[in-house]
């Protein structure tokens, strides 16, 4: 937790920012995982805690931006509660920590806002996201599920995404630490991986690390695969053998929740192949000319295009597209082997308010985002600031499906010579990823351990 004194600056911040209103923030509640009481670990709304600190399940806040009030609505432990999960400070005694003095038991939170609607008063909110809250919302504010993302409040959710997108000293700080914890976790992942390894072993190291610190854990769901290929991996099915390139993206979150993200590739034996080693270098280079991108004023779709351009070259160069570099980046048929975004931005969750909305998070006022498939998971478009944290991840991919689709579609043929692409097919994927902010006049590449890049690198660390 922050001192009060961040806590206080950011809600006088948000009030200012959104002018009027009630401004509601439901906190998470725990949610039972098999049976009610056999909860999942518990994590905290982000824009709850980003206002209002507190890291516990039953609260919701209001800010009230007309009359400057604040208040936290929960209950205070009963005798049970005590029996069961000890004794805790009370939860006016945890409001003052974050320079709240109000509370009021949840129970008056619906009574409270029955008097603003009847007041005519515009009561704000964020999209929901989590079953309970859907259900709270129409119990609170009398709207069907259905229609509570449209009716979310844009000008709270536009002030929310603005502040939590640039970074303070503060929380680059943390974050730095957090992204620390990921990169120690990679060099363990380099240093254990080789043939005869599992890959759940592998993922069981990695958040062996994550869990080490109180307050410490997985950012996400680790992928740990030798089927890089499939982007969003998390079987743990395969047993690592001779050949095989090995590919991690895990990273931590820290006792404050922010966290890190980084991926890396290496050989499962000792070092890659010829044919192996020429596509990872491929992909050093794409992501090189991304991160030359970076810097305040240019949008980071320009890194996308830069990344997307070296690939395209690469492409050509094994025979396997054809045609203008800058015209197989622009029309999208680069895609078939880079479907994915370079990067996204990075905070309080991976994924940085992609509950808010990718649309306000990833995109500047105005411009849209395209539905073409590859640039449609480009999740960061905009010019950058100063303050703005996200990865940048390029990969190289070959998935047989969709290389069989596109041929059969006969999708850009103009560029893509399918035939030569067979032999490719069994490949597999790789990517490396790594955590920036934009300074004044730059960018800086985030964490003090520094994880492996070239081939030296690699195999280096696989030996230490
Ligand atoms: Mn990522």
Redesign the pocket.
């Known amino acids: 937790m922050f001192s009060k004194e961040t806590y206080l600056r950011r809600r006088a911040r948000l009030r200012e920012k959104v002018g009027g209103g009630v401004l509601l923030f439901l906190g998470n509640n725990q949610v039972g995982m098999n049976y009610e009481g056999n909860e999942y670990e518990f994590r905290q709304d982000s824009s709850f805690l980003y206002f209002w600190g507190l890291d516990y399940a039953g609260l919701s806040a209001v800010i009230d931006a007309d009359s400057g009030d604040e208040m936290i609505f929960g209950d205070e432990l009963t005798i049970d509660d005590i029996v069961w999960t000890g004794t805790m400070p009370s939860l006016a005694d945890n409001a003052r920590l974050v320079g709240v003095e109000k509370t009021l038991p949840v129970k008056e939170l619906k009574e409270y806002l029955r008097k603003a609607m009847h007041q005519g008063r515009n009561i704000r909110f964020l999209p929901p996201y989590r079953g309970d809250h859907y259900l709270r919302l129409m119990d609170l504010l009398g709207i069907l599920p259905d229609a509570q993302a449209v009716r979310a409040d844009e000008p709270l959710i536009k002030a929310i995404v603005d502040m939590r997108i640039h970074k303070t000293a503060e929380e680059i700080a943390v974050i730095e630490d957090a992204v620390d914890v990921s990169t120690m976790m990679h060099l363990e992942a380099y240093r254990r991986v080789r043939p005869g390894v599992h890959e759940s072993e592998i993922a069981s190291s990695v958040l062996k690390i994550a869990t080490k610190r109180p307050g410490g854990r997985l950012a996400f769901p680790t992928i740990a695969t030798v089927a890089g290929q499939v982007l969003h991996n998390h079987g743990f099915i395969h047993t690592l053998k001779e050949g095989d390139i090995f590919l991690l993206?895990a990273?931590a979150e820290n006792a404050t929740h922010y966290c890190g993200?980084l991926?890396s590739s290496m050989p499962v034996g000792e070092r890659f192949t010829r044919r192996q080693e020429e596509i990872y270098n491929l992909h050093l280079r794409s992501f090189q000319a991304a991160v030359d991108q970076l810097r305040p004023g240019n949008p980071y779709r320009n890194a996308h295009l830069a990344a997307a351009e070296v690939i395209a070259e690469g492409m050509i160069d094994l025979g396997l597209m054809k045609g203008n570099p800058r015209d197989i980046a622009e029309s999208g048929a680069y895609a078939l082997v880079f479907p994915c975004g370079t990067?996204?931005m990075?905070g309080l969750d991976?994924?940085n308010m992609e509950n808010l909305g990718e649309q306000y998070v990833g995109y500047a006022d105005g411009e849209k985002k395209s539905t073409q498939f590859g640039f449609k998971s480009l999740r960061l478009a905009r010019p950058l600031e100063p303050g703005f944290i996200f990865?940048v991840?390029p990969g190289i991919y070959f998935i047989p499906e969709l290389i069989d689709l596109w041929k059969a579609e006969g999708r850009f043929k103009e560029f893509i010579n399918y035939d030569k692409f067979e032999p490719w097919k069994g490949f597999g994927g790789l990517r490396n990823?790594l955590d920036y902010v934009i300074t004044e006049n730059g960018a800086r590449v985030l964490g003090t351990l520094k994880k492996p890049m070239t081939l030296e690198e690699v195999y280096n660390a696989k030996n230490q």
Request: no cysteine.
């Open positions: 993206d990273g993200d991926s990067g996204h990075m991976v994924h990865t991840e990823e």
